[in-house]
C-alpha cells in the first residue's frame, strides 16, 4: 500500500484510471463505443473534468462498505463514464458492411 493512499486499516485503496491510448494497441476484436485513441489530451481533460463533477456528490466508501456498495460504486462508475464520453467522445458505429 502506497504511503500517499494510506487507509487507516488493513484494506487496500483502489484506484480507478482510464487511459486513452489502450485502443491502440488492443487486437481489434473488441468493439468499444467510443473512438478514445483519437481524443487529444485536453479532449481527455475535458473528460476527466465532466467525470470528477458527477463523481464529487458521489459518497466515499470506507473500510465499513460491503461487498455490495463496492458492486454498486462499480456499476455507477461505468455507468458515469459512459455518460461522459456518449458526451464528448466521438462515436465508433459499427455497420454491416
Known amino acids: 500500500m502506497a504511503d ?4 487507516g486499516s488493513g484494506h487496500e485503496f483502489i ?9 491502440e494497441e488492443s487486437d481489434h476484436g473488441r468493439v468499444v463505443r467510443w473512438n478514445v485513441a483519437a481524443m487529444t489530451e485536453s479532449e481527455a481533460g475535458e473528460v476527466e473534468k465532466l467525470f470528477m463533477e458527477l463523481a464529487k456528490e458521489r459518497p466515499q466508501l470506507d473500510a465499513e462498505c460491503i461487498e455490495d456498495e463496492v458492486e454498486q460504486e462499480a456499476a455507477w462508475c461505468q455507468e458515469g463514464m459512459s455518460s461522459v464520453l456518449d458526451s464528448t467522445a466521438k462515436k465508433i458505429r459499427i455497420c454491416g458492411r
Open 15 to 23: 484506484e480507478w484510471e482510464v487511459g486513452v491510448d489502450w485502443q
Open 4 to 7: 500517499d493512499h494510506a487507509t
